[in-house]
């Protein structure tokens, strides 16, 4: 297989899966374990991180509104207060993740814990949305929600296949908020969590580069972090009307399937 398909397939899965929440890291890990099967191609961690990067830009667009209200009516008591949950759930965020880094917490590539996040993830989500029937749901993010999704995104950078967007999205529903505002302040808060996690990763790995490790291909990088935000564009575009209209149990069923395939291949490659 060519380099350049591998890199589109990638970016093809980057950029449904960044918010989608069905766990963007648990599937890239998979597709790149996949590709080294049939194609030359190995992705660095520079090129995982610009392509994530590239899908975390490219919603910014789709979010126009909010940050308009940020720069240009930030003496809004409500915009304020808005801003200031993001901020605190970055900030959380921020600490957990430096913690975990201290602890030199690594990324566990093997298809059984991710297929067990994805599992978890998918039941809980079923279970969420049949507790939520006929319940009247909350307009306004409480401090309870930035706390909790600030939280949810540390438990998503810990364990692979638990999604970033699906922890912090079942966490606000969990605690009364409705799903379009649950969504998007979820992918608001996940905005500077990725560009600073993005950043953190390029700077360290071009200071402290891998003794031994292949030149970077930068044309690559750039392919995979194109397709990867016109995708991601066209999946959260898709998404935030979804939620509009649609509960998240499709996406329940999704996980539980997947984490079945995951389970069901390992048990035919290990056998006799």
Do not use: C
Not at 72 to 98: H, M, Q, S
Not at 104 to 112: A, I, M, R, T, V
Not at 137 to 157: C, E, S, T
Not at 214 to 241: Q, T
């Amino acid at each position: 297989m060519p380099d350049w398909i591998a890199v589109l397939f990638l970016g093809l899965v980057e950029g449904i899966t960044e918010f989608i929440p069905v766990s963007s890291t648990g599937h890239l890990l998979i597709a790149e374990q996949w590709l080294e099967k049939i194609s030359r191609f190995e992705a660095s961690e520079m090129f995982t991180v610009v392509i994530q990067l590239g899908a975390v830009l490219a919603v910014i667009p789709l979010f126009r509104q909010r940050f308009h209200q940020f720069i240009f009516e930030w003496n809004d008591p409500a915009v304020r207060d808005y801003l200031a949950k993001i901020v605190v759930a970055f900030f959380i965020t921020g600490v957990g993740g430096f913690l975990v880094t201290k602890a030199h917490w690594d990324l566990e590539k093997n298809p059984k814990p991710i297929a067990v996040a994805l599992l978890i993830g998918g039941i809980l989500f079923l279970a969420v949305e049949y507790w939520l029937r006929g319940k009247p749901r909350k307009d306004v993010v409480g401090w309870n929600v930035a706390i909790a999704v600030g939280l949810g995104q540390i438990i998503a950078a810990v364990f692979p296949g638990t999604s970033r967007s699906g922890a912090t999205i079942l966490l606000a529903l969990i605690l009364g908020l409705n799903r379009p505002l649950a969504t998007e302040f979820s992918f608001l808060v996940s905005i500077p969590t990725m560009i600073a996690a993005s950043g953190y990763e390029i700077h360290k790995t071009l200071r402290h580069p891998v003794v031994g490790a292949a030149p970077e291909r930068w044309d690559m990088v750039f392919l995979g972090f194109v397709v990867s935000a016109i995708v991601s564009f066209i999946a959260v575009k898709w998404l935030l009307r979804y939620v509009q209209t649609h509960t998240f149990s499709a996406f329940g069923w999704y996980r539980i399937a997947l984490a079945i395939g995951i389970f069901l291949l390992l048990l035919t490659s290990t056998g006799p």
